[in-house]
């Protein structure tokens, strides 16, 4: 891991111990060093680190005085660590908040730590209990995480909304996160030999195989990072770049989109964007309802209304 990587976890740590130094005062070198899981040396040198920290001009009276005779480690701290932190209503709601939601998540239900911070909270603000409740996730989150866990493929039969088409295929699963309310699972499909990003709510049927995850990372160009590529959103490199003039009116349904750029048109807007499939752009002009004018590539200019045409037809039918 690079020292880059690192200076994360080193940075939460040395900020935890140095509260915790202010609260205590004094501890031994071998409590801090099993309080934090680091050896004796590493504990030293983030106490060296520690030493030069402070506010603003940095004059010594806002520096931390650290002082370690044999095993045992004597802290001053400076005005800012030990003054007694203010909480606005605000901050205890959206902390509760993100408590609870975080008690709905399997594992942590029943984790005491959470649920003594939380009574605390709304017992201090005089709130009345705030429950929090997730929706359920979907059928086949679970067979994704064991594949996850035990590094195993997975086949999975998925519906593209982009394409309005199932597909069948394998993929080497590679991290699961929620994002925007939505589970999504990112992964290295061998059907179209790259990096694919899949919403978890629409694969219709996961199945683990026997088969340890290869992750093809020698048929991914130098430039195209596994981890980095553009194609975890969804779209492949295949898919169309397209222009559009939107209406200020309908702006919001666009922006929700990934966009390539965006430029002011007057009271709207000039976008571009990937399109993964006619279907999907289809869907989008239907959606702008002539509050939208596709201006490239200029062979699809008709496109949204050949799609109206069709569809009244089918009302008129009825």
């Known amino acids: 891991m690079s020292p880059r990587n690192k200076s994360g976890p080193k940075l939460t740590r040395l900020i935890s111990m ?5 609260a205590k005062g004094t501890m031994s070198l071998d409590d801090l060093a099993q309080r934090f899981h680091v050896n004796t040396d ?6 060296e680190l520690a030493a030069c920290c402070g506010i603003p001009p940095y004059t010594p009276d806002s520096l931390l005085e650290i002082v370690v005779d044999g095993d045992i480690v004597y802290v001053t701290p400076g ?9 606005s209503v605000r901050d205890a709601l959206e902390f509760i908040l993100a408590a609870r939601v975080m008690q709905e998540l399997p594992g942590l239900e029943d984790n005491d730590i959470i649920a003594s911070v939380v009574d605390k909270l709304e017992k ?11 929706e359920q996730p979907p059928e086949s989150i679970e067979t994704v995480r064991q594949a996850l866990d035990r590094g195993l493929q997975l086949e999975i039969y998925y519906y593209s909304l982009s ?9 080497d699963p590679v991290s699961l996160s929620s994002i925007g309310g939505q589970w999504y699972l990112d992964t290295y499909c061998h059907l179209a030999n790259a990096p694919r990003r899949f919403r978890v709510s629409r694969i219709h049927e996961a199945i683990i195989l026997d088969t340890k995850v290869c992750n093809g990372l020698h048929s ?4 195209k990072p596994f981890s980095t590529a553009s194609t975890f959103v969804g779209f492949s490199p295949e898919a169309t770049v397209v222009t559009l003039k939107i209406d200020a009116k309908v702006m919001p349904i666009v922006e929700a989109l990934p966009l390539e750029s965006i430029e002011q048109d007057g009271d709207g807007a000039i976008v571009t964007m990937h399109s993964s499939g006619k279907v999907f752009l289809e869907r989008l002009l239907m959606q702008l309802a002539g509050y939208g004018e596709l201006l490239d590539p ?12 069709r569809t009244l037809k089918r009302y008129i039918m009825k």
Do not use: F, W, Y
């Open 42 to 47: 590493e504990l030293i040198s983030d106490l």
């Open 163 to 171: 394409r309005d088409a199932m597909s069948r295929r394998v993929v």
């Open 18 to 22: 140095l509260m915790l130094l202010a």
């Open 79 to 87: 005005q800012e660590l030990i003054r007694k932190r203010r909480v």
């Open 220 to 223: 991914l160009e130098p430039s």
């Open 124 to 134: 201090a603000g005089n709130m009345a209990a705030i429950k929090a409740h997730l």
């Open 298 to 309: 200029p062979e699809l200019a008709t496109l949204g209304r050949e799609c109206a045409v």
